[in-house]
């Protein structure tokens, strides 16, 4: 069994590759991880959650990188390293911007993949994932065809990417139909719609996170997979809250239910799904789901459809 720190392959990480010629206020910057061998690589996009960098995730993306993915991880502009605070004028609309960050690393996957050396002609050609944990899950819902609700219901823009093959959301805000007084007030964006999300998804949850987002228990957070018909997969992780046992960091300070096993279970689970989603093992999935159903130890179950 693979465990939470050893990657299947050796892996390279190429870290600021910068994206300059964009209407934002700094210049995007972006790691780059991908395995030392193979060819035909898929990519999958990590958006982090409020507050993170390019620096996070390295459970997820090493991980995956060690299972045979590319994975490039964008600074979105309410990233503390940019000293981004929640009270800054305009920060309702980064929503916005970072779905833009996303698109923009699809728009110059030449120019990252040419920025991390051996890795030139290894990249397989319309192969690609987006991922994203809390904030970052509804920013690359956005590109799997969820919607942002207008104030009076209605749904806005439609931000489907069809480069976009599949997905993963991970700790997914629910619908704003239940956000606190405050939330309403100061994250209007935070009013997902999932009916358009049509995209092949696994949606990943803690059945013990509870946000003071929401006037909703840990259910909020399965919307995502409730309310979209490409969603067909949810893993809940048992006792698992909204770090997911960890998946930002080894002892980062907000984890709140810090778990080697959770971690591991969703870097099992998640790799299997990308790796089957894009062709890179037809039987991954299948596998994973079966063994996991199969471990009357697991922290996990999944529900599908």
């Known amino acids: 069994m693979t465990t939470a720190t050893t990657p299947r392959t050796p892996v390279v990480s190429v870290k600021p590759v910068t994206l300059d010629a964009l209407r934002r206020p700094y210049p995007l910057q972006v790691r780059v991880t991908a395995p030392l061998v193979g060819h035909d690589l898929p990519v999958v996009v990590l958006s982090h959650g409020n507050g993170w960098s390019l620096d996070g995730y390295a459970p997820l993306a090493d991980h995956w990188a060690g299972e045979g993915l590319v994975v490039v991880q964008p600074t979105h502009l309410d990233s503390r390293s940019l000293g981004a605070s929640p009270h800054d004028p305009g920060f309702g609309a980064i929503w916005r911007a970072r779905v833009d960050d996303v698109t923009a690393v699809l728009d110059h996957l030449d120019v990252l993949v040419a920025a991390v050396p051996g890795l030139a002609g290894r990249v397989g050609a319309g192969r690609v994932a987006v991922a994203g944990h809390s904030w970052g899950a509804q920013t690359v819902g956005m590109l799997l065809g969820a919607r942002v609700l207008d104030p009076d219901g209605t749904a806005a823009e439609d931000l489907r990417d069809p480069r976009v093959q599949a997905g993963v959301l991970l700790a997914a805000a629910g619908t704003g139909d239940s956000l606190t007084p405050f939330a309403a007030e100061h994250l209007p964006f935070m009013r997902p719609s999932y009916p358009h999300l049509a995209t092949p998804t696994l949606v990943v949850a803690g059945d013990q996170d509870r946000s003071a987002l929401s006037t909703r228990g840990p259910d ?86």
């Open 220 to 305: 909020w957070f399965t919307d995502a997979f409730t309310l979209s018909p490409g969603a067909t997969d949810l893993l809940t992780l048992v006792g698992g809250e909204h770090s997911l046992g960890g998946v930002v960091g080894h002892e980062v300070a907000e984890t709140t239910d810090a778990d080697p096993a959770r971690v591991a279970v969703v870097q099992r689970m998640t790799a299997a799904y990308l790796r089957t989603r894009l062709g890179a093992d037809p039987r991954a999935w299948d596998a994973a789901a079966a063994d996991l159903r199969a471990d009357p130890r697991a922290v996990a179950h999944l529900t599908s459809r």
